[in-house]
Nanobody, 126 residues
Framework: QVQLVQSGGGLVQAGGSLTLSCAHS????????VGWFRQTPGKERELVAN????????YYTDSVKGRFTISRDNAENTLYLKMNSLKPEDTAVYYC???????????????????WGQGTQVTVSS
């Protein structure tokens, strides 16, 4: 069964940087859509960024464009989210996610991703 294990996160001051990692195991990696979501208490899970497997197209939510970079290393089966110029409003629990293999549908909703990491807290202080 597919497993996603996250690392990174923590406490950082506004303007600082963090990189989150997500290690994939239990199946093929390169033929799956992958993404990062975040969630705060009382709010629905929000897509931050993703990569479509068929063409490596990336998507970023408007609030993180120019600050965050999503990437994948297929040789190491690892997904990354590099976060620069962090703001207090970036504070959330961050989750990595992967779709089923060869998934051809939409890739913007949590329901489009069947496997999830355990989540990690990112806190940005002002």
């Amino acid at each position: 069964q597919v497993q996603l294990v996250q690392s990174g996160g923590g406490l950082v001051q506004a303007g600082g940087s963090l990189t989150l990692s997500c290690a994939h195991s239990g199946g093929t990696f390169n033929k799956r859509n992958v993404g990062w979501f975040r969630q705060t208490p009382g709010k629905e899970r929000e897509l931050v960024a993703n990569i479509r497997w068929i063409d490596d197209k990336t998507y970023y939510t408007d609030s993180v464009k120019g600050r965050f970079t999503i990437s994948r290393d297929n040789a190491e089966n690892t997904l990354y989210l590099k976060m620069n110029s962090l703001k207090p409003e970036d504070t959330a629990v961050y989750y990595c996610a992967a779709s089923s293999q060869y998934y051809s549908g939409s890739y913007y909703s949590p329901t489009d991703f069947g496997s999830w990491g355990q989540g990690t807290q990112v806190t940005v202080s002002s």
